[in-house]
């Protein structure tokens, strides 16, 4: 390989370098007291998003307007969607690969053995992760049996 060619190629490398180390940010706006919450900021964490967590005692539901039917005990922002509650993060990853044109996702309340929510010796709750859009509807995403 010449120098030239190497140089030529220099900045194709260190782009993709560049991007493949790119982490995606997430604000996660949670209680301060919250464990399964911080669990599932340490999902995140895991998975290779960077999150700032903003403790508050309680959400401004005006700000990100999540169904009521669909709300959880935290609320995350990720490259412009609303994450609600303790969402899979395959799924969370899958609805930004797929660039869904979805508001966000959600999972209702807080069902045992979503992530964050998982109790030793207690069988998972079934429970499905809801897309939504600006104007409210919502379709099931996916769905998760009991366990």
């Not at 669990?39 to 009521?68: C, H, M, Q």
């Not at 930004?96 to 069988?123: N, Y």
Request: hydrophobic letters at 40%.
């Amino acid at each position: 390989m010449t120098r030239r060619s190497l140089l030529s190629i220099l900045p194709c490398v260190l782009l993709s370098a560049t991007r493949a180390g790119a982490q995606r940010a997430a604000t996660v706006y949670k209680d301060p007291t919250c464990g399964c919450c911080t669990k599932w900021v340490e999902l995140l964490r895991t998975n290779g998003f960077a999150v700032t967590v903003r403790n508050i005692a309680e959400l401004d539901r005006s700000r990100y307007p999540v169904p009521a039917a669909l709300r959880s005990c935290h609320t995350a922002i990720l490259d412009g969607h609303i994450v609600e509650g303790h969402v899979p993060i395959a799924d969370v990853q899958r609805m930004l690969k797929q660039k869904t044109a979805v508001a966000g996702l959600a999972v209702p309340g807080m069902p045992i053995g979503s992530p964050g929510m998982e109790v030793p010796g207690t069988a998972s709750q079934a429970f499905d992760v809801i897309a939504f859009d600006p104007s409210g509807r919502s379709r099931v995403f996916a769905s998760y049996p009991r366990g």
